[in-house]
């Protein structure tokens, strides 16, 4: 009984790609995190190969630190374009793909961000979404009037409050309330405009909201965040979620996880939708592919590769890199370094060989290989419901997604896994998701809280 | 001694125009407010007018109450699109037209308003600006968890402070700060990085902000705000001053004052250009502009006629609004209800006149006439030391803006008054002002701050 489902798929950039040598590579604009010119060109990619989305990660600052000294101004992540500004910019000249940005529930007021993601759904006619994060560094903290970041759990408890909020602030007009009728002078009709007068423990916003139903009833929410609650918030108010899942069987647990306390919302497993990532590293044959994959490992420049391991393992900038990884002594230091440490004896690990198996992927299932490879990996995960889709995370830009358009994607249409054109003009029309129904209209008139 | 001068013009909207009844209009795109087609149109005949800029301004909520009853479905200014998010859309379509959007200090945080103009300046290849304004309604602080606005002197004196946070941001990164050097696997130039640490009494910021310096140095200020602190946020951080005068003489005064306050900052007087807001009626003939006038005046429902004197007259609904205007008897209601109701009394104005007289403008200049009647207000205004230029302020869109640049555009340039082309890509250049130097540049090389 395998019932042939097609992927969804989007692509997630942040400045010049993930991968920490990516900046390096040949074939990158090294100046295009700050350069329209560069995200339009990735943007145009996406568009023409139909993807689902152009998905912006963010973070509220530089998140790193300068350890070991001098690696920070080696890294490639420490000026970029604001996301929904670029976004909104790319609304002006795409067309179809889906458009998310990440933003923060922990740095923000939900009236600013439901008025801007709301504005960003009619500028694009649709095609809006928004990536509901948390954040987790205190360099954003630093950014915004406090001395460390709040707890984690007062975070979780202000997202939901936040998401709660915005949802409501785009209910506050019902969509036919403009008459816009010129001859009497009535603009809108007062009984389908509605002011929200939450006040809850972290926020007292009395709206309504400025801005009319958008067209697809309130933009696409992406939820990214792996926790309980993270799940409890996907699973309450996300359209998407992006995990990061390294293997089968656990991606498999979550994705059973979220799915199963979506019926606890009054909402069926089809309303919300599963996209783990994955970063592609393809070539012709498994050999080509291993030597791109064996390219970009070298553009690690040392010191930004120890950087990734120095929250686990401390300063090893004294030690010779292709030495053995030395015993964690700091007992500060997390747990994670003792299960690094035990992986690099396994394997033999010299220092440069684990600070690269750390910067692959970052958290993230890499599949190295061939078109074929590529698609099998994407088929079973979707067939064995450990995924709707993938977020594809291209190491480097634009090459990253070139190579997954040209190579990747012809095999998925063989198989009848993607899709060739658009099917609708909306990002949720695209992800065959219903639009939901303003809580008032429904209220008034009873029946699903969805309309599809 | 006149000395020929060339003007500098923007035009300011909101919505669909300013005028109460302009949306009524038969020339009008009722739903415009929410399109950005209709933006997209306003901002082309712009550019293709070679005006210097398109200026948004804004509220963060619906302002009005619904006093007297009925009155609020009856108005425009209900739902419209975020300025930043519209103006980075238009960025994507235009190519020289200057682009600046309203945020307020009150309800923002410097990092997010900083990052969020910068982008716009790349995005825009320089030509961003930012009005920066206080607010003024409660209605915009039940948006923001406050009972009621902030005290006006504490509104001023976080924005100044928001002022001095968001230019320090914009000094992060020296604008060679880049090297890019895929070779040495060097991004950046550390000594060029700078780390701004303010903590003050409004803000704890401690940057640096992850956008490169702009290319104009950072975004254009724009100040619209009248008091005395407003001036001194101008004489210190502006490049332009928007400003509402009514007559001459008082914007000679406004003008004088402004300027003179420059050198304590040490800036010259050619480093602010003041900008009053102008109101165009122009048809080929002085009747044709009255009767434009009158159609619309005409066009105001009273409902919302009377909302706009509510504040000062309370709620005259249930009089005849051909009769005479009642002498107000509210002790609380402000003390210009008594102005206006001798002017009503010295006119003769019923009520309806007297709504009339107060809707139109806005508190701006009005001029009704011919392209020669308006040219010349603006020649005179620009020899007598009142204004450096005009924000022009479209009764309705896009007709009021048509009328402008079909009519009195060619009077002005006969005249040699104002630009035939733009002369040069960014904002700044286009309007003659110097760009800022980086701080930290200034410190290590000494000399002025500013780099003509
Ligand atoms: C796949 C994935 C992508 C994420 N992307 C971002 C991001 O772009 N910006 C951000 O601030 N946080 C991002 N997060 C972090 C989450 O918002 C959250 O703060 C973090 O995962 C901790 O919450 P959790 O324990 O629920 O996972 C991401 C998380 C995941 C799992
Ligand atoms: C010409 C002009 C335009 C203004 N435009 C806006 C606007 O778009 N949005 C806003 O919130 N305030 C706007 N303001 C209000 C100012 O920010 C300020 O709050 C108000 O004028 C009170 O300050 P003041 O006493 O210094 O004038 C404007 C003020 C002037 C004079």
């Given amino acids: 009984m395998t019932e ?16 920490a040598g990516g900046w390096r590579h040949p074939g990158v604009p090294a100046d295009g995190a700050m350069d329209f010119a560069h995200f339009l060109n990735v ?9 689902d ?47 998310v940005a990440t933003a923060s529930t922990t740095y923000n007021e939900p009236y600013h961000l439901a008025r801007k993601f709301g504005s960003l759904d009619h500028i694009s006619k649709g095609r809006a979404g928004w990536n509901l994060v948390t ?10 009037g406090r001395d460390h970041q ?32 010129k001859a009497s002078g009535v603009f809108y009709d007062p009984d389908k405009l509605h002011t929200l007068d939450h006040r809850g423990k972290h926020f007292a916003v009395r709206g309504p909201l400025s801005v009319a139903r958008t067209p697809q009833g309130r933009p696409v929410i992406v939820q990214a965040g792996a926790s309980e609650q993270g799940r409890d918030i996907a699973a309450r108010f996300a359209d998407v979620v992006f995990s990061a899942e390294q293997n089968l069987a656990s991606a498999r647990d979550y994705y059973a996880s979220v799915k199963g306390r979506l019926p606890a919302h009054g909402r069926r497993a089809g309303e919300l ?30 010191l930004v590769g120890l950087a990734g391991i120095y929250g686990n393992f401390g300063d ?16 500060k230091l997390r747990s994670r370094a003792a299960v690094m440490f035990r992986l690099a004896q396994e394997k033999g690990y010299s220092i440069r060989q684990l600070y690269q198996a750390v910067a692959s992927g970052r958290g993230h299932r890499t599949v190295i290989g061939t078109p074929a490879d590529i698609a099998d990996t994407m088929a079973d995960w979707v067939e064995q419901k450990a995924a709707d ?49 303003n809580r008032h209209v429904a209220a008034r008139e009873g029946g699903v809280p969805l309309s599809a």
Same sequence: chains 1, 2.
């Fill in 4 to 19: 042939q489902r097609q992927l969804k798929l989007g692509v997630s950039i942040r400045a010049l790609g993930y991968h």
């Fill in 43 to 51: 943007a145009r990619i996406a568009e023409a190969a139909k993807l």
């Fill in 53 to 99: 989305m152009l998905f912006l990660a963010d973070g509220l600052g530089i998140r790193q630190k300068d350890q070991p000294a001098g690696s920070l101004c080696r890294s490639n992540q420490n000026a970029e374009l604001e996301p929904i500004t670029l976004l909104s910019a790319l609304a002006a000249l795409t067309s179809r793909i889906g458009l």
């Fill in 135 to 144: 954040s987790w560094s205190d360099a954003e903290a630093f950014n915004f």
């Fill in 150 to 181: 709040m707890a984690y759990d007062d975070r979780y408890e202000r997202a939901m409050e936040f998401a709660e909020v915005a949802t409501g602030l785009w209910d506050s007009w019902e969509a036919d309330a403009f008459r816009h009728d």
């Fill in 273 to 302: 939708l599963i996209l783990p990532g994955l970063v592609p590293i393809v070539g012709a044959t498994r050999a080509e592919a291993q030597a791109k994959h064996d390219e970009l490992q070298e553009l690690i420049d040392p």
């Fill in 316 to 331: 090893l900038s004294g030690y010779p890199l292709d030495g053995p990884v030395p015993e964690p002594q700091d007992p």
């Fill in 389 to 437: 889709g993938f977020n594809i995370i291209p190491t480097h830009l634009p090459v990253g997604l070139e190579d997954f358009v040209r190579l990747v994607l012809p095999e998925l249409r063989r198989r009848g896994l993607f899709r060739d054109d658009y099917e609708a003009t909306t990002f949720r029309g695209n992800l065959g998701l219903p639009e939901p129904r």
